[in-house]
């Protein structure tokens, strides 16, 4: 990955056991279910939107654009929020999406 926020990388150096752990942890989750790694990141993208957290929606976004998503699609999980979060939650991040 090439970006990665400061409050990262600080977290990363400051306890790299629990850091690798981490990652392990987020490895294994995706390994163990069904879901193909397009879809699931889809999800982890759609859970970011939900639970308002910026810098996930905005990692999980560039992941998936690297990964060949069109745009439409991380628009479209978005907007899939709206019904599910609410009009006034949801679309602002929506209009930033377009970013």
Not at 80 to 90: H, K, M, V
Request: glycine share 8%; hydrophobic share 40%.
């Amino acid at each position: 990955m090439s970006y990665l926020p400061d409050i990262y990388k600080n977290f990363e150096r400051a306890f790299p056991t629990v850091h690798a752990a981490h990652q392990e942890l987020a490895r294994r989750c995706y390994e163990v279910g069904p879901l193909d790694e397009r879809s699931a990141r889809l999800v982890k993208l759609g859970i970011a939107i939900g639970a308002q957290a910026e810098g996930a929606v905005r990692s999980h976004a560039r992941r998936a654009l690297a990964e060949q998503m069109r745009p439409e699609e991380l628009r479209h999980v978005s907007l899939l929020g709206l019904t599910t979060i609410g009009f006034p939650t949801r679309w602002p991040g929506s209009a930033g999406s377009r970013r």
